[in-house]
């Protein structure tokens, strides 16, 4: 059975600086998509990244980036320089199958606070 | 701009009535539609799956005859909260998923907040 753990609930920091956002995830196949999406307190779902498993190599966008480590079933995402606009419950998700986009199991987030 | 829209977008309504919410993609036709529940800081659960002209698949523990989706176009999908109870009360998110035209993306909705008193 699929499954997605994000241990951090909550994390505070402050402005500027880094914070790393962790996912351990669980799933049989060997062919599925690991996501990470962001939820402002408005509610609406922003897409951030999605990674095939057969795609390892590290992705850097800006201040985010995000490590995939298939030997440790980690998908970690690192913002870098944080701004209080990142404030937000970022979630990690899981699709098996190789369409990409069949249903995705999510993680239970991680509610990121960042202050000025 | 959004690609998938849903209405309402906030919906009060008495304990016993029922009400229907929409999720419609803008501009593509979506292959499936997803229902996702979402409680007060809580994940987002899959509910069902929805493929136009067909019947749903719903996720087990989800009560089909409490939750009814209809999906009659490629465009169209509803979800409609049959007797709502207070436990309802949730945050329902539609994603439209298409896969054609050289094309493979899931679309979130903006979300539908349900209030039921």
């Known amino acids: 059975a699929q499954k997605v753990t994000q241990a951090q609930t909550e994390i505070s920091v402050v402005e500027k600086e880094d914070v790393t956002l962790d996912c351990v995830y669980e799933t049989r196949d060997t062919t599925y998509y690991l996501f990470w999406y962001k939820q402002p307190p408005s509610g609406e779902l922003v897409f951030l990244i999605r990674r095939n498993s057969f795609d390892e190599q590290n992705e850097i966008s800006g201040r985010y980036s995000w490590n995939f480590q298939k030997s440790t079933s980690s998908f970690n995402f690192t913002i870098t320089a944080s701004q209080v606009v990142d404030s937000a419950v970022y979630f990690c998700a899981l699709s098996e199958g190789n369409t990409g986009f069949q249903k995705l199991v999510f993680g239970t987030g991680t509610r990121l606070l960042v202050s000025p | 701009g959004a690609v998938v829209s849903q209405h309402p977008s906030r919906v009060i309504c008495k304990s016993g009535t029922s009400v229907k919410i929409e999720c419609r993609s803008l501009?593509?036709?979506?292959?499936?539609m997803f229902w996702y529940r979402q409680f007060p800081k809580q994940s987002l659960m899959l509910m069902a799956t929805s493929n136009e002209g067909s019947k749903a698949t719903y996720e087990q523990g989800v009560e089909k005859d409490k939750f009814l989706i209809n999906h009659a176009s490629l465009t169209l999908s509803t979800l409609t909260v049959t007797s709502a109870h207070p436990e309802d009360s949730s945050f329902y998110i539609c994603?439209?998923?298409?896969?054609?035209?050289?094309?493979?993306?899931?679309?979130f909705g903006p979300g539908t907040r349900l209030t039921v008193t």
């Open positions: 501009d593509f036709q979506a292959t499936t």
């Open positions: 994603s439209a998923w298409v896969v054609t035209g050289g094309r493979n993306e899931q679309y």
